[in-house]
């Protein structure tokens, strides 16, 4: 396979062979036939001596002539033998017809058929020169090109093989990978997203590192329960339904790192219309919270969005103490929806805020009670991002914490 420089260095030169050679044509065929040749002869004849003339006139006449005008000059007579000449002696075509070749209206050669049936032929002096410093002209303009193309084409594309080892390297598994931002081009704006890509790539290959981590640990404790449970199972009946509820605890888990790993799949229906209000009213009535606002209609996935309103309401019921969580559903202000879950628990730190929302992360004291696994609220955060929304915590006038979740598409 050719590579990307040497295309681009061939088109290049290529080009300037064609340039050339269209000039070269174009020189070729820079004369043409409108110059009035029969009276043109008519005025030389009449200026010229007569034929009876002494040839040392007529030798005096186009030494005047060639001087002023700068031209080679021949008179021939009527067989084509030359009579008097000025300058360089010229020679008459082999078919003695008049013709006459210009260039950028300048006379090169021409030659005519008197009246009294002699023949008079005509050249620039520095008409041998045009076609050669044309030529000199081209040949160096080309020579330019190539060799101040290469230098340019290299540059190019040795952006590109320097972005295509970065994708290598990527693709090798260093994932912290990046590419160079040379420029302001087409290439640094490859370069720029390339980055991005690496970056949300590597940031997903941590998140999938960190979440079978945290669950490798997790499951450690309820196995080991089930295991010393199953052992003394038939000396304390009691254990069956500790076994059960450890049971009950792995299904969960799992449960919530499957629904995990399909969001971050991306794998997400969109295209359900859900009264969220009503939604809402459903899950409030297993835990007793509160509800109130308006009708809202949100385009997405009507699962996840019962698993997003799940998570919050069991969450607030694990620690907003003994009185009932508050849910209100209202149109968001551009558009969307606004969904609140409110209660009277101890409130969250303002420096674990945005931690919460981590796979596994549980604030200090949580880990003590047993009661989850860090999952829920990183689901919480996955299903409003993948609905066009966000969710974020914030203080509760008079104690307590407010959940406040935006999500996008949604009509009134």
């Excluded at 558009?335 to 609140?340: I, R």
């Excluded at 200090?364 to 689901?379: D, H, K, S, W």
Aim: with cysteine; hydrophobic share 45%; proline share 5%.
């Amino acid at each position: 396979m050719r590579r990307l420089s040497h295309q681009i260095y061939l088109a290049m030169v290529g080009a300037m062979l064609l340039f050339g050679t269209l000039v070269s044509l174009a020189f070729s065929l820079s004369g043409g036939d409108g110059i009035p040749l029969r009276g043109l002869a008519s005025v030389a004849g009449e200026l010229l001596p007569a034929p009876d003339r002494p040839a040392s006139e007529l030798q005096a006449t186009l030494d005047r002539w060639g001087a002023r005008l700068a031209l080679d000059m021949t008179v021939f007579d009527e067989r084509g033998v030359p009579l008097a000449s000025a300058g360089k002696p010229l020679r008459l075509g082999p078919t003695h017809l008049p013709r006459y070749r210009t260039m950028h209206g300048r006379l090169i050669f021409v030659s005519l058929h008197l009246p009294d049936g002699r023949w008079f032929a005509a050249r620039s002096i520095n008409s041998e020169r045009g076609p050669a410093l044309l030529l000199l002209g081209l040949g160096l303009l080309a020579v330019a090109v190539v060799v101040a193309a290469w230098p340019i084409v290299r540059k190019l594309t040795g952006r590109l093989e320097r972005l295509r080892g970065r994708v290598e390297d990527l693709g090798g598994g260093h994932l912290g990978a990046r590419a160079a931002i040379e420029g302001n081009d087409e290439v640094a704006s490859l370069a720029r997203s390339f980055n991005r890509a690496a970056e949300r790539i590597e940031g997903l290959v941590e998140s999938q590192r960190r979440m079978l981590a945290f669950a490798s640990h997790e499951l450690r404790s309820p196995l080991a329960r089930l295991r010393l449970s199953v052992e003394m199972m038939a000396a304390d009946p009691a254990l069956k339904a500790r076994a059960g509820k450890d049971l009950g605890e792995l299904e969960g888990l799992i449960d919530e790192l499957l629904e995990a790993s399909r969001l971050q799949a991306r794998r997400v229906a969109t295209d359900q219309e859900v009264d969220l209000l009503a939604l809402v009213a459903e899950e409030a009535a297993r835990t007793g919270a509160e509800v109130a606002g308006r009708l809202a209609m949100v385009t997405g996935d009507a699962r996840l969005l019962r698993r997003l309103v799940r998570n919050l309401l069991e969450n607030a019921r694990r620690h907003g103490g003994t009185t009932a969580a508050e849910v209100s559903v209202d149109p968001g202000p551009g558009g969307g929806a606004l969904l609140t879950v409110a209660d009277r628990g101890p409130g969250i730190p303002a420096s674990e805020r945005d931690r919460i929302f981590e796979p596994f992360y549980r604030p200090q004291g949580a880990a003590e009670t047993g009661e989850g696994y860090g999952l829920g609220l990183a689901l919480v955060r996955q299903i409003a991002a993948a609905h066009g929304g966000e969710v974020r915590c914030v203080d509760r006038d008079g104690g307590g914490t407010r959940f406040e979740v935006t999500l996008g598409g949604a009509r009134t």
